[in-house]
Each structure stands twice: as C-alpha cells, then as structure tokens.
C-alpha cells in the first residue's frame, strides 16, 4: 500500500520525508493551489460579462466564490494529480491553522480523490510528532474552512471595493484593506498627535552624593513641601503645565539660584523605605510576542521573523509559529525543567510546573506556544545554525526554559532626603534572587530604559544619617512628543485592539512599506504624505470602515462563524449590500468626492505665509507644493526622503526658493570655470556643475550629498571634492591595479578594481573615514579586512525557498531575503519577486521566466558604460 502525502513547502517535505515509512511519498503543493482570480485576465471567460466580475465573487448569488488554479501551479496541480494515480491513500498534512485547513479544502475539491482520505496534523517536524499525527488522523473541519473562506471574501471586497475609489480620487496603484487601512490610521494618528505637540521645559537639580566612601546621586522631587514639577505635569497640547496641578516649575536662573543656596548646606536622611518585589517569567512566545521581541532584542522586521521562524519550523528546530496560545504541553514543561535543572541549578526551578493560559477568546491556531521542537530541548550551541536563525533559536530557547524557572526576588529602596527646604529622592533596587533573569529578560519599547535585571546600588543608609554632598548640577529637560509606533509596538496595539490576526500582521506590514505607506527611519514607523492622503478621504467619507471597533468586532464575528457561533451569509450581505454596508456606502459617497480636495494634505505643523498661499497635494510622481502668489501657481517636487513630520515652513521656503529663482551658487569651479549648484530634488540634495542646456539630452555633471551632510554645511570645496569622485587613490602594490574611493547606494566605499578577471573588490567605509580625504594607506587596511557577506546572500544565510536546480546547468535556484524583500538568484543573476507574489507561492518554473527576463534586461545594457551619478538619474 502507497500513501501521498501533501504538504505546502518542499523544505517542510524533504524535512518529513525522513520520518515516515518509505511507501509514503511526500509532496509540495507550494502553498495555495487555488484562490480568487488575482487579475482580469485570470477570471473564466463565462464570467467577464458580470458586472461582478472584477470582484471574483458572485455578490448577486449568495457571494459565490470564483475559484482559479492559477497560471504558476497549474503544473503543481497536475503534478499532484499524476502522483495521487499511483497511491492508494491521500493524506493531507498541511499547516493546522485555518489557512492550512483551507488549503486541504481546495486540494480535495481539485484533485477529487477516489482513495481513502486523512486529514493530519501537527505542531511540530519531529519523528515523534509526526508518527502520533500519523496514527491519529481526523476529518478537514468543515467550520474552519468556511471561517477562512468568509474572511478571504471580506477581504477581496473591502480590498476590490475601497481600492478603485483611491485610484480616482487621489493616485493610482493605492490600496485599501481591511486591516492595512487601521494600521495606516493608527500611524497617521500618532503623527498628528506628534505634530500637535507643543514641547514644555524644565529644570531641576542632581546631586551627587557620598555615605561612607560610597557615591550614590539623588534627584530633586519637592520645594518647599511642593512638588517639583516633572514631564507627567505638561498638556502637550499647550506646552505649559496642565491646569489645576500644584507643582514648582523652575527655569534655568531659579534653578541656578536654588543650586547656589543649596551647596555647602548639611542633608540629612529623613526615612528609608524597603519594599520587596518579585517577578514571574514572561509566558512562551505566541506569534504577536515573537515579533515584538524579534524586533526590539534583534531588530528584525515582523516579514524577516516569520521567515526565519518558518524556516526553523520546516527544518524541525521549532514548533508551529502561527499561534495565539501559550499552552505548553507536559513534555515541553518536562524538557523545559531538564533545561534549567541541567544549566542553571535545581534551585532555580519553579516550585511547581508553570502553565499558561490564553486570555484571547478568539485563540484558535495552533494548540501550543512557540518553543524548541522536540521531547528534549536542543541548546542554541547544538543546532548548528548560524546568523539570524541562530538568533532566533536562542530567543525561543531563552523565553520557553525562562518561563519554568524561579520568580525574581528583588528589594526596591527609596530614600528620601532633606537639606534645608528641598526634598531630595534616591531610588536603588537589589537582586536578592535573579531567578528567571539569569536566563532572559524582556525587552522594553523604550529604547532608554535600563534592563530590569540590573542592581541600582544605594549605600547603608538609615534615618538621621548625613551623607556628604560632593557636587549639585543644574539639568534642563524637554517634554517628548508621543513615541512613534516600531513593528514592535504596531504589532502589539493591533492584537491588543484585537485587530486582525497576528499571522498576517507581517504581511500588513509589509504591504504598508511596500505601497509606500510607511518608511522605516531608525526602526520607527513613519507615515509618508501618502498615508496622510487615503487616510484623511477614508476617515471623512468611510469612518466606519477604518475605525478601530469596527475593525475588532468585525474581527470578533469572523472568529464566531469559525466556532458557528454566526452565520457567514448574513454577515456578508450585511457588511456590504446592507443598508450602511460597503457598496451602499460608496455608491453614496463616491460622486461627493472632490479629487482636488482629496488630494490635498493638511499637516497640523504648517502655516500659510500671508503673502503666499500654499498646498501639499499628492501627485502621479509623489508629493509636491503648490504654491499661489497672487496669480502665479508654482509647483515644486517634495524630496522622497522628506516626511510630513520633516515639512516645516523653512523647508517649504527653500524648496520654492529654488524653483522660483533658481538653485542656490556655491561658487566656481576652480578647473572647469562653471558655476557649482546646491540643489533639492525629488531623491533629496546634490551638487550640479553647470547649467542644464535646454533640448541637450546631456545633463551636468552630479552628485549626491554624503548620508549625513546637511545642504547648510556644504562648502565650495567639498562640492568640488564631491564632483570629482571617483577618485583615484593609487595603485595596489601586490596587484599594481588601481585604488579608487566612491558615493555608491549603500554610502561611500573603496574599490581594488583588478579588470575582467579579477574583478572589483569593495568595501564600505567605516565611521569617521572621509571619502574625500581618506588616504591609501587607509584604503589598503581596509581592503585587508575579511569581507562581510552580503545581506541575504547565499553564503549569509540559507535560502527562504529552495526551488530546486536549473534545467541548463544544474546550479542550484532559490529564493533569497534581501534589503528590499525577497528575490530569486541562480548564479550571479538575481531577479526581485513581483509585489503580488508570495515566497511559498513560487515555483521553479516562475522563477526560471523571472531570472531569463533580467539576463535579457541584462544582456540589452551590456557595452553601454554609464557615467551618470546617482543624482543625474534620480533628477529624470
């Protein structure tokens, strides 16, 4: 007897292959083998006269799903079917979440097996796992797939629907979704609230301290038994104290004048407070909690964690990462235990076995946390891996034995201290037990604040003591602007909204970034003008559909109708053809939408000079000015690396400055006798040698500014230096070939340029290294420096996908995580994944038509050198 076994990736399938028997054939469906028509073309041609039909779903016959195997697994599907012929049983092993399940669904319903049939399922790739999933197979459950059906339509039509509004009335290729468009609002939200912010100041005093040769300081907290007053006190909406608080505000001469009086004063100690604290591990990662960690503690991005974490599942090192449980099961606890008996102590152990339990009604994915596969932990050290895999192991494996282990014990102290009529505070914590903190601590959202498991030492003080004061210093503080939403915290205020699920928030994410929503600056969030755009139209004239209760309770329902606890069809007759549903909506809304209006930004820090009057809009190139003096309208491109938060009235001056009277003149150059331009453009500033001529298809010679180098900063001679790169340092002395610095994408680097066999050897600058004035001695240590592997590059890190090998040459062909998302490489040819198209959606045979039309593109510019700068062809 021969069994097929289908499951979605081919590593997941190479991986389980080893643990079943060798009359089990285990295949790959690559993902999805069906879903809605993704574009026109795709949609059965019976259908294309519907007026419904751009939807894929029959909205006038009970909302009727068009299913479509498209073009790229056709071949997958046939392959499927040819290997069910020879077996004489199908089991359908995909992920047990409720996308896995309807994944079965579509397969069952295409290749309409004549053989006995399993649904099996499981947490973990391990042989345990696998042999008990094995042995206790179950029917596909009926209501998980109608629950992820339903949701996959609510999404097709909020999506399909709101989308086109966005093309007419503001810019095409803009997007709607259901969960997108409140995460977009969130970010929106926090900006406004940013740039609403009016900054407060104040001042107080620290002083430094000493109690039997022991230092410690302590912070001023009242005056005159009034409170001094700290950030916590300001409406940061005026900038002053908020109204009807009793608190002493100091400026800087009254605090000087304070400090003065104070100094060479006797302190004494009026009490000490003792308080003991304990602390309990943090519960197992669940999909949300995984990435918030990953991106505080490693600074990976919620795409790059389910990833990396999908990796590690499919090779057997973790369990199932989509999951909103943190139940463990008794043999994780046990190994957990063997773990912390074996590398802490037994005295760090908890009492009794720790158990969680899920909070979130709607919890539903997989039935346990994310933790180390297997009935015995392997240590991050044992598994041989390497770099963000690595990384991430370690995290899980921390977190899961950390959750068995002992509370902290710690002793938090407060001193508080008098001298004359000022009351002085000392804050000190001791560890008396560390517990848990040996193994892991949480990370926080505030990058300032201090580890948890960090002493704050105070020395033995008790009341009446007069400790010496050594020195007192006047400090100034400014209150701070919301903090802008991380991946971290985004992540966090959608689950805790109860927003979407946290499977998908990689994805939103990563769509956010992608449609040119969001720009990640420092690991922070930032809305683009863009953002500010769709936002402002959907909240004007769709609330509803962007609000954040709407979002949850529509949430709420998709998880009834998984338990059938609601009905799918009324719901989606009333979410869209109900009396305030989505199409009723729009066909009452759309025509009272102005795209003048619609395409007009108002920013909360701008201000109209009387004498001009001025709009940000978004336009088919981006955001621009436009600006009206009396009857003149001047429009001016807003720098793409500008955000809202970064236009203020100087910038907007500057940039109609140059487009009214011209660029600002550094000087002449001193060889070329032309004059050396400053200049903004839509890529940012850059310095032009001469005039453009008009009709010349020529342009002046450019070049960007160094990351970092503001335009105010840039003299006639640093433009020069800038103007002449590349710029010959000397020759190698082993080679005899030339030395040469340069600006390229990713900054300023060298490059031992040794010709067509050698090829060109690079490395990027290092902090504190000028390209226009480092030395070859310098260029030549380092270039000496063992070279740093690509980010994403085969030798980095594995493949995300292994497709499998090129039909011309055998070379191996897969898919790769890059700096700007994921793409296919085969040799030295390396071709970016279309937006539309996921990982484990693509086949051997896409990638291959991928990789053939860059080596055209490839082979059509090979021979034509370019001389331009990045600048030239940022300014097209």
């Known amino acids: 007897m021969s069994t097929l076994v289908i499951v979605e990736s081919p590593t997941k399938a190479r ?16 993902g999805h083998v069906r879903d809605l028509p993704p574009s026109a073309e795709e949609i059965p041609e019976k259908y294309k006269g519907e007026k419904w039909a751009h939807l894929g779903v029959n909205v006038e016959s009970d909302f009727e799903p068009v299913y479509v195997v498209p073009k790229d697994k056709k071949k997958t599907v046939k392959e499927l079917k040819d290997a069910l012929k020879e077996a004489d049983e199908l089991v359908l092993a995909t992920d047990e979440d409720r996308e896995g399940e309807s994944i ?70 803009l997007s709607a979704g259901r969960v997108q468009s409140v995460a977009v609002r969130l970010l929106v939200n926090r900006e406004r609230q940013r740039q609403a912010f009016k900054q407060g100041g104040y001042w107080d005093l620290k002083a430094s301290l000493e109690q039997e040769k022991t230092p410690f300081e302590s912070k001023l907290v009242t005056l005159g038994g009034t409170k001094v007053a700290t950030g916590s006190d300001f409406d940061e909406n005026t900038g002053k104290i908020t109204e009807g608080r009793n608190v002493v ?20 100690v009026n009490n000490v407070e003792e308080r003991a604290v304990k602390r309990k591990p943090s519960p197992p990662f669940t999909t949300s909690t995984l990435q918030q960690e990953a991106n505080r503690k490693l600074r990976m991005g919620a795409r790059q964690t389910m990833r990396t974490a999908q990796n590690l599942y499919e090779q057997g090192f973790i369990t199932y990462m989509r999951t909103d449980s943190v139940h463990l099961s008794d043999e994780a606890i046990a190994a957990a235990r063997s773990c912390v008996e074996k590398m802490y102590g037994a005295e760090y152990l908890s009492p009794e076995p720790r158990q969680y339990t899920t909070k979130s009604k709607g919890a539903q994915e997989a039935h346990e946390a994310i933790r180390p596969a297997g009935e015995t932990f392997r240590t991050p050290q044992e598994t041989g891996l390497k770099d963000q895999e690595f990384a991430l192991y370690d995290l899980i494996w921390k977190r899961t034995v950390a959750c068995q282990m002992a509370d902290s014990r710690q002793t938090h102290i407060t001193v508080n201290l008098q001298v004359e009529d000022a009351g002085f505070r000392s804050n000190g914590k001791r560890i008396d037990f560390p517990g848990f903190l040996r193994a892991y601590v949480e990370g926080s959202d505030d990058p300032e604040a201090a580890l948890e498991n960090q002493e704050v030492p105070l020395p033995p003080l008790k009341q009446g003591d007069s400790p010496n004061c050594k020195e007192i210093e006047v400090v100034g503080h400014e209150t701070q602007p919301p903090a802008r939403f991380t991946e971290a915290s985004l992540v966090k205020t959608l689950e805790s909204e109860g927003i979407g699920r946290p499977s998908t928030y990689a994805t ?44 949850a309770r529509m949430e709420q329902t998709l998880d009834d109708i998984s338990t059938g606890e609601a009905q799918w069809l009324p719901y989606l007759r009333e979410f869209y053809s109900g009396e305030t549903g989505l ?12 795209p003048k209006l619609a395409r007009t930004i108002e920013l909360e820090n701008l201000d109209n000079d009387p004498e001009m009057t001025y709009r940000i809009c978004i336009g088919k190139f981006g955001a621009y000015i436009e600006a009206e003096n009396g009857e003149d309208v001047v429009k001016a491109s807003i720098p793409e690396d500008l955000t809202p938060s970064d236009l203020d009235p100087e910038q907007i001056e500057k940039i109609l400055k140059q487009k009214t009277e011209g660029p600002e003149e550094l000087g002449i150059h001193p060889e070329e006798d032309k004059p050396i331009y400053i200049m903004t453009g839509r890529y940012g500033p850059y310095v032009q040698l001469g005039d453009e001529v008009e009709g010349s298809k020529k342009k002046p010679k450019r070049s960007s500014l160094p990351k970092g180098v503001n335009m105010e900063d840039v003299t006639l001679d640093m433009a020069v230096g800038l103007l002449s790169l590349p710029r010959t340092l000397g020759t190698h002395p082993e080679t005899g070939c030339k030395i040469q610095t340069n600006l390229g994408r990713f900054g300023p680097y060298v490059v031992h340029d040794q010709g067509k066999e050698g090829g060109k050897d690079y490395r990027s600058l290092k902090a504190g290294d000028d390209v226009l004035t480092i030395t070859l001695e310098r260029a030549l240590e380092l270039l000496a420096q063992p070279k740093r592997a690509k980010r994403g590059s085969a030798k980095a890190t594995p493949p995300l996908k292994d497709l499998g090998k090129h039909p011309e040459d055998g070379e191996p062909v897969g898919i790769y995580d890059g700096r700007y998302g994921p793409y296919v490489k085969h040799g030295k040819v390396n071709a970016s994944l279309p937006k539309d198209k996921a990982v484990e959606d693509m086949t051997l045979e896409q990638a291959l038509e991928l990789l053939q039309a860059k080596a055209s593109t490839k082979k059509s510019t090979r021979g034509r050198k370019s001389t331009k700068t990045k600048a030239e062809n940022n300014e097209k």
């Not at 809304?589 to 102005?594: G, K, L, S, V």
Request: charge should be neutral; glycine fraction near 4%.
């Open 15 to 30: 991986t389980i292959r080893n643990y079943l028997p060798s009359d089990y054939r285990v295949e790959a469906s690559m």
């Open 104 to 173: 079965s669904w579509h397969l069952l319903q295409l290749l309409k097996p004549k053989v006995p049939i399993k649904r099996m399922v499981f947490h973990e790739i391990t042989p345990e796992a696998i042999r008990k999933a094995i042995e206790n197979c179950r029917n596909i459950d009926e209501q998980l797939v109608r629950a992820q059906e339903t949701r996959r339509i609510l999404d097709r039509l909020y999506g399909y629907t709101l989308s086109p509004v966005l093309w007419k009335k503001i810019a095409w290729g």
């Open 249 to 268: 505000l100091l400026d800087e001469t009254q605090a000087e004048a304070l400090k003065e009086r104070l100094e060479n004063k006797p302190w004494s």
């Open 508 to 551: 939103v994410i990563g769509t956010i970034v992608d449609r040119g929503y969001a720009k990640l600056q420092s690991n922070a969030l930032v809305p683009t003008f863009t953002a500010f755009g769709v936002t402002s139209l959907l909240e004007k004239h769709f609330p509803e559909f962007v609000d954040v209760k709407f979002t």
């Open 583 to 594: 199409d009723t909506q729009i066909k009452e809304q759309e025509e009272h939408i102005d």
